[in-house]
């Protein structure tokens, strides 16, 4: 028996309120509450946290576990919920080539569902005035933005007919949103696993790399020369 990767299945964003950047991220939570059959023991490195489970090891990658949180929660308010949004005090404009306009220009509207308030504003520029909640930049909001749109474009001129899957505007939002530090302690880290544990797909990130991988008990004794 190896490394395996695991799965156990969520949704909802979390709430903003105006700044002057961004406010902080809060991860969206499953629409009921999903125990955690882990315990937690200590975070490992810069991207993961350490978990018994009754079978053995499990590691959670944070990174890859928000991103599903909030690809997820982009999708569902995407379907059929209000969009909640964090308004910028000072909003970012996005100066842009006359190709880069063409090839983001297209997707505004599913930005704007996602809770990105991007609109056109003169020639060649976009002007954005709100993100989702759940976003944090740590007054960076600028260059994430930045970043995001850069990846979006660079996918856009690479997609059949230069347009992308709303899927695709989604995972990147979550994948930007999600650059955030690993939780600092037991019960914030219980709580991504939680909302992890509340998502649909809970196994793998928009990317289909894997949020968590378990070493079993017994893969251990093995390593360990026991029988």
């Known amino acids: 028996e190896k490394e395996k990767e695991m799965v156990p299945p969520g949704r909802e964003a979390g709430r903003g309120e105006e700044v ?3 406010e902080r991220e809060e991860v969206p939570v499953a629409r009921e509450p999903v125990a955690v ?3 937690m023991l200590d975070r ?3 991207g993961y946290w350490l978990m018994e489970s009754e079978e053995g ?3 959670l990658d944070c990174r890859a576990a928000r991103e599903r949180i909030l ?3 982009a999708r569902a308010r995407r379907r059929d919920e209000p969009v909640e949004t964090q308004v910028l005090l000072a909003p970012i404009t996005l100066v842009l080539s006359p190709r880069e306009f063409d090839s983001l220009q297209p997707h505004l509207g599913t930005l704007r569902r996602m809770g990105v308030g991007v609109s056109e504003f003169g020639a060649n520029t976009l002007m954005i005035d709100s993100l989702p909640p ?3 930049a740590d007054g960076e909001a600028a260059a994430l933005v930045s970043s995001l749109m850069a990846e979006l474009r660079v996918a856009g001129e690479r997609a059949p007919q230069r347009r992308l899957d709303d899927d695709v505007v989604a995972a990147a ?5 999600a650059r955030v530090p690993v939780p600092a302690d037991a019960e914030a880290a219980r709580e991504l696993a939680a909302s992890l544990l509340g998502c649909e797909m809970p196994y793998c990130c928009p990317e289909g790399h894997p949020t968590m991988i378990q070493i079993s008990f017994q893969e251990l004794g093995r390593k360990f020369g026991k029988r």
Do not use: I, M
């Not at 939002?173 to 949103?177: I, M």
């Open 20 to 22: 002057s950047g961004v």
């Open 57 to 59: 090891l499990v590691v």
């Open 71 to 73: 690809y997820e929660a």
């Open 173 to 177: 939002v979550a994948r930007h949103a």
């Open 37 to 39: 059959p882990f315990r």
């Open 44 to 46: 490992l490195g810069e």
């Open 134 to 136: 759940f976003y944090r």
